[in-house]
């Protein structure tokens, strides 16, 4: 039962969902979802982790970068609510223009390093 909480937990976030439909077009960084989102770095960063550890998302590290991605999960609850998710919301306005910009965003453009 508590594997399931967590799955639904993270999916009951407006911005998760939008994380994950965003990472279908490409894996991404964490500045590049916050560009995207218009969100603190911060609040991102909490997102990604709680889309991580319920399963649905990896990270790995690529130089100076950390790219986040959906998983091919094995778990049975994931991979469910995964190929529902690919088909679900693709019609809605804010997941079209999150979808358009996450094919353009650039991370060499908007990323600094210091």
């Not at 279908?24 to 560009?35: D, G, L, R, Y």
């Not at 960063?45 to 790995?60: P, T, V, W, Y």
Request: charged share 30%; hydrophobic share 40%.
């Amino acid at each position: 039962m508590r594997r399931l909480e967590k799955v639904f937990k993270a999916l009951s976030d407006r911005n998760r969902i939008r994380i994950l439909k965003m990472l279908e077009a490409k894996p991404m960084c964490v500045c590049e979802v916050t560009h995207i989102l218009g969100i603190a770095q911060s609040s991102v960063s909490r997102h990604l982790s709680i889309l991580r550890d319920a399963g649905f998302i990896n990270d790995e590290k690529d130089g100076l970068w950390v790219n986040y991605a959906l998983v091919q999960s094995t778990d049975d609850i994931v991979a469910t609510i995964m190929t529902g998710l690919r088909r679900w919301g693709n019609e809605d306005p804010r997941i079209i223009e999150d979808r358009e910009q996450a094919y353009v965003v650039s991370r060499d453009e908007i990323c600094t390093t210091t």
